[in-house]
């Protein structure tokens, strides 16, 4: 497997080893950066894909990047997100329902709060074969909608910035 984007891989001395994004930057920070290609926001890198795949292609691909699918933890970045998107497509993010039980969770562990994410109005549904979020415009606003996994969409990876 290929990914879109190549991105090397460095390490800090006291850098954890996961991709996530929760942790801080380090305290002494001289310079940060991002892989060619990705949009700086904050403290992350996030790459938007214009390959259609599933939502496990998606993180994969995220994955094999060090990153992980879009997890949203503001609305000022949602709005950063959103105004780089193309509204006739829809975007996978790292949200799922893998047990089809309402129990929805961020793939990088971050609690989730259904008061703190932005579902369009009506969503999430309670269709049993919709388990994966995605972002799209409806009526020309963002909003996450729940949808099957195992259809084809546009992503958005998201890693912390390199800091040197």
Not at 111 to 137: K, V
């Amino acid at each position: 497997m290929t990914s879109e984007i190549t991105y090397a891989e460095v390490r800090f001395k006291n850098e954890s080893k996961s991709s996530g994004t929760k942790s801080e930057p380090p305290a002494e920070k001289d310079w940060s950066c991002c892989p060619k290609g990705w949009e700086p926001f904050s403290l992350n890198c996030y790459f938007i894909s214009t390959k259609d795949k599933n939502w496990n292609e998606s993180e994969k691909n995220c994955s094999g990047m060090k990153a992980h699918l879009l997890v949203i933890n503001t609305k000022a970045e949602q709005e950063f997100i959103t105004g780089k998107l193309d509204k006739n497509w829809a975007y996978f993010v790292g949200l799922s329902d893998p047990e089809g039980t309402g129990h929805w969770q961020w793939v990088d562990q971050t609690p989730y709060n259904q008061s703190a994410t932005f579902w369009h109005p009506g969503e999430p549904s309670s269709h049993p074969d919709e388990r994966c979020a995605a972002l799209n415009a409806r009526w020309q606003n963002w909003g996450l909608n729940d949808i099957p996994c195992g259809e084809s969409h546009r992503s958005i990876c998201k890693v912390m910035k390199i800091y040197l």
